[in-house]
């Protein structure tokens, strides 16, 4: 039975996605900037989430407690990784910040912001 219902929620899932994954190109007209100073040899990228509820919004959400499978949920993320600084010391991105409309009763709004910071971790070989 919990194969069944784990199954369900994955296709489930899956579906919502699908649909959102052939239109997930956003239009950046109005932005917002977000910038900073960094190492040089750090990356940096910013990860936004769009969250939305309505009555024709393609993803779907299990709730275990009652066993009921509700509709009306759209959720989308987004990566940014091109740094528009004009040297290596600093970061900038420009982000949307626009509701995003799926449909007509179906509107996402920016809901998550993550910056995430890393370095590229170099091997070395070494040999005798």
Do not use: Q
């Amino acid at each position: 039975m919990k194969k069944v219902i784990l199954i369900l929620i994955v296709v489930f899932s899956l579906y919502g996605l699908y649909g959102n994954f052939e239109n997930s190109e956003i239009e950046v007209s109005d932005f917002f900037t977000i910038s900073g100073i960094k190492p040089s040899d750090v990356t940096v990228a910013v990860y936004v989430e769009y969250f939305g509820r309505g009555k024709s919004c393609p993803g779907s959400t299990w709730n275990e407690a009652t066993g009921e499978l509700s509709g009306g949920i759209y959720r989308n993320s987004y990566t940014f990784k091109k740094n528009l600084a004009s040297d290596e010391e600093h970061y900038k991105f420009h982000l949307p910040y626009k509701n995003i409309e799926v449909d007509k009763e179906c509107i996402a709004k920016l809901s998550k912001i993550n910056i995430v910071s890393y370095r590229e971790k170099k091997m070395t070989v070494w040999r005798d």
